[in-house]
């Protein structure tokens, strides 16, 4: 049981360990001490893309504006690479693949990198956690990096949460989106709904409706939250004497007065706006003052 826990576990250095060496933050401009000082600089062809990479998808735009920047400012971070297994000077590409995608275009011909000897499970680990990090993934990417993380390797949300610098609410909020059927992900992937808009599809009833709604008509997150409102809260029914319920003047209120004292019952009289109709209304507590009512009423006929 112990080597079953411990293979599901994965990594014996732990989630944080991993982090020193794939915080792709951008580092301060005025800051040249802060990117990662690399092992050694690498002729481009020697590198490999890692082909178990979680992102599939280089959006071409994103590749050029990457490039560019390249080509003015050169690779800032160093793409993380191990040893090519089998292959004598050859890498394989951990984390940084869009980078060495981006120096090609810019005609690069080395790439700086940090060379670590690192197992097939710590590589594919190491590729979540980059692609966590990057600030133009989607909330469904990231939560399903997340999910990665906690299933594949058996980190809790407390873990990923301390090591990321993200709250534990952060995670459970992203997880609870990959509960939304697939056309309503794919909708936040496209980025036609954003995140706090899915986390109020979360609870509806019919998530795909509402999310054609909230595109259709261009709502905001608190217009979205106030749609899922209205449709989850349920119409107040009005009574017939609510709806003609009124301020009662003095002489009305007299009179439901004499009538009490009279039948020793509470009695309520109610007028419909604009008109002489209206209804009376006599409550009574047992069935003896019930008996008792029957009786006045027959004596009064």
Same mark, same amino acid.
């Given at each position: 049981m112990a080597d079953k826990k411990e293979t599901r576990r994965g990594l014996g250095r732990g989630l944080s360990a991993l982090m020193s060496d794939v915080d792709m933050r951008p580092a301060p401009e005025s800051d040249e001490a802060a990117p990662k000082t690399p092992d050694r600089l690498v002729p481009i062809e020697k590198l490999a893309p890692n082909k178990d990479q979680p992102r599939r998808s280089f959006t071409p735009e994103q590749l050029q504006e990457l490039s560019d920047s390249i080509r003015a400012?050169?690779?800032?971070? #160093? $793409? @993380?690479v191990r040893p090519a297994p089998g292959g004598e000077g050859q890498f394989e590409i951990v984390a940084g693949e869009r980078r060495w995608r981006a120096a090609q275009m810019a005609q690069l011909h080395e790439v700086p990198v940090l060379v670590r000897d690192l197992?097939?499970?710590? =590589?594919?680990? $190491?590729? @979540?956690?980059?692609? $966590?990090?990057?600030? *133009?993934?989607?909330?469904?990417?990231?939560?399903?990096?997340?999910?990665?993380?906690m299933y594949r390797f058996g980190h809790t949300q407390e873990k990923i949460a301390e090591a990321l610098g993200k709250s534990r609410s952060h995670?459970?909020?992203?997880?609870?989106?990959?509960?939304? #059927?697939?056309? /309503?992900?794919?909708? /936040?992937?496209?980025?036609?709904?954003?995140?706090?808009?899915?986390? !109020?599809? /979360? !609870?509806?009833? *019919?998530?795909?409706? =509402?999310?054609?709604?909230?595109?259709?008509?261009?709502l905001s997150v608190r217009q979205a939250e106030a749609l899922l409102r209205a449709e989850t809260q349920p119409p107040q029914r009005k009574t017939p004497a609510a709806s003609f319920v009124m301020e009662k003047d003095a002489d009305t209120k007299a009179l439901e007065g004499d009538l009490s004292a009279a039948?020793? =019952?509470? /009695? !309520?009289?109610?007028?419909?706006?604009?008109?002489e109709s209206g209804t009376l209304s006599i409550s009574y507590g047992s069935f003896e003052e019930l008996d008792s009512l029957c009786m006045i009423l027959s004596a009064a006929r």
């Open positions: 400012k050169g690779i800032l971070q #160093p $793409i @993380i197992d097939d499970q710590e =590589m594919l680990e $190491i590729a @979540i956690i980059e692609n $966590i990090q990057r600030a *133009d993934l989607n909330a469904i990417e990231e939560a399903a990096g997340y999910r990665q993380l995670i459970a909020n992203l997880l609870r989106l990959l509960n939304l #059927p697939e056309p /309503v992900q794919e909708h /936040v992937r496209a980025g036609d709904l954003s995140a706090g808009h899915a986390r !109020t599809l /979360v !609870t509806a009833r *019919d998530p795909e409706r =509402m999310a054609e709604e909230i595109i259709r008509k261009k039948l020793g =019952m509470k /009695v !309520t009289v109610s007028h419909k706006p604009g008109a």
